[in-house]
């Protein structure tokens, strides 16, 4: 089985476009990495770039893209409206196919590692990699960003990085770690209503009661009503239990759903997933995928 | 884009394991193709081999199958609960990636212009391939079987081959063609009375008034009534609309489905189709499959 993980490394450079290139070209040099996408935002002065392909190939491409972000990038004059502590601000890895979530963890630490070491940056292990539950969440890992980190990091030990020095230079500290492939579902309402999609976005979302893995908001696109998701984990949280749900919340209102769309790349077994709910297909095994058995031959 | 094709050959014999193994040991030298499946059958006395690749290992295999089951099986002997007027009896092409059903046209007449010079055997072009109207559908190329067509090809230009001599030799004739991906798909209902699921089954399939690519029979299964399918063109009948026919259908006697089945393997396709009905996803692209991404590169 051709092992395959996914890489979505953050950049904070959304604005020089000589910087952004230079980063891109020192990942996609690696052999084995597929580049999917580059996206950057001039607001929140930051890029987003998503690698595919083997474990070892990924984490290679990831520390080169680091490595040339630090030489790059000086985060004592980096301005920009997203949150941030590093050059390299955070660097995720997700399981596609034949590896595990506990696979993409052994790779954090991998990458944290050398990182830490080899280019003298602090990395903190986050999500699935987290080596203590108060880092597992991103944002607590972050909080004060460069400049506020930058004091505690010598002083508290609460915030000593997992690899690389107690201490910030330029290229601040990087946030390493491992978490399921996010999927973007977004669902459209018959009206022009914007307060029924907001209330229903409020009832499916795991921070406001509803599902666990949801994050949600209620929109107007283009005139219609929309609720905009990030499903985190859909396996644990699938496709259509979300999508029903909204179904029953919208009848309520005497709405219904007008259709649905899935926003960039999705894994295949999301799909295999809601098509397995929805015809009530019992002991399917992911073996009968006509493709999948190509796959595992070579 | 790597290019894939299925083919499954069809041999008439089903009980003799060296000649079976025989034949799959001559397809499977082939370097790049994959073999998928073997299954014989007793009483018909017929073997299936499923096996997949690029175009030009998959048409080498199934000559070389055909070559071996040629010298191995006699036609003036063989008897089996099966039609057949070939040692090889039908060998259809199956368009599963990057390939259109016009590309395995293209094969079929390739592949039977090499068995009509190369074998002698007179080959008979059905189904997608076929070359007039009446030869579309196989039970009607094959009428009169091995013994029927031995007269027959001699004389009347109606059943002149396509390839190869209008003489019958020990090998029989052998159909080559191209069609759709088969998905066998059954649905269980709540009751162990077969009556509906007959009733059902004549409702939905093509042959009494239902879906243009359905085949279907009432079945009782383990003490509860099932549709059993076999769904020719799933693009063009797609298995959601199969489903929901069969659940309204149902709801008329009162019952419901408990469950379905694919059995054997499935093209990924029709599940992202049934998946993008019951989502109602819209604007959504196979592109934006995570795993096809990878694939289009390599």
Chains 1, 2 share one sequence.
Do not use: W
């Not at 201490?167 to 669902?187: D, E, H, K, Y």
């Not at 709405?255 to 960039?264: I, K």
């Amino acid at each position: 089985l051709k092992q395959i993980v996914e890489c979505v490394p953050n950049f904070s450079e959304g604005r020089r476009q000589d910087v952004i290139d230079e980063i891109v070209a020192a990942m996609s040099r690696v052999l084995g990495v597929h580049m999917l996408d580059t996206q950057s935002d001039l607001d929140h002065n930051r890029s987003v770039v998503t690698i595919i392909g083997s474990p070892q190939a990924v984490v290679e491409s990831a520390f080169q893209g680091i490595a040339k972000a630090a030489e790059l990038i000086d985060m004592n004059h980096q301005r920009g409206g997203h949150p941030r502590m590093g050059a390299t601000d955070v660097v995720p890895f997700v399981p596609v196919r034949g590896v595990t979530m506990e696979d993409c963890v052994v790779l954090a630490r991998q990458l944290g590692e050398r990182v830490g070491s080899e280019l003298e940056i602090p990395v903190f292990l986050y999500e699935s990699a987290a080596t203590r539950p108060e880092r597992r969440n991103l944002a607590d890992v972050r909080r004060g960003e460069y400049e506020g980190l930058k004091e505690e990091i010598t002083v508290d030990p609460d915030r000593a990085p997992d690899f690389g020095p107690a201490a910030m230079g330029s290229a601040g500290a990087t946030a390493i770690g491992a978490r399921p492939p996010l999927v973007a579902f977004n669902v459209y309402l018959n009206t022009p209503d914007v307060t029924p999609a907001q209330a229903i976005a409020r009832a499916v979302r795991h921070s406001s009661g509803g599902l666990r893995f949801v994050k949600a908001l209620g929109l107007l696109v283009e005139g219609q009503a929309q609720v905009s998701m990030n499903l985190t984990d859909f396996q644990r949280t699938p496709i259509h239990r979300v999508l029903e749900m909204i179904r029953v919340e919208a009848a309520r209102y005497g709405l219904s759903v007008t259709r649905s769309e899935v926003v960039g790349l999705v894994p295949s077994r999301a799909l295999f997933d809601a098509a397995g709910f929805y015809l009530q297909l019992d002991g399917f095994s992911l073996d009968q995928i006509l493709e999948n058995r190509l796959s595992n031959d070579e």
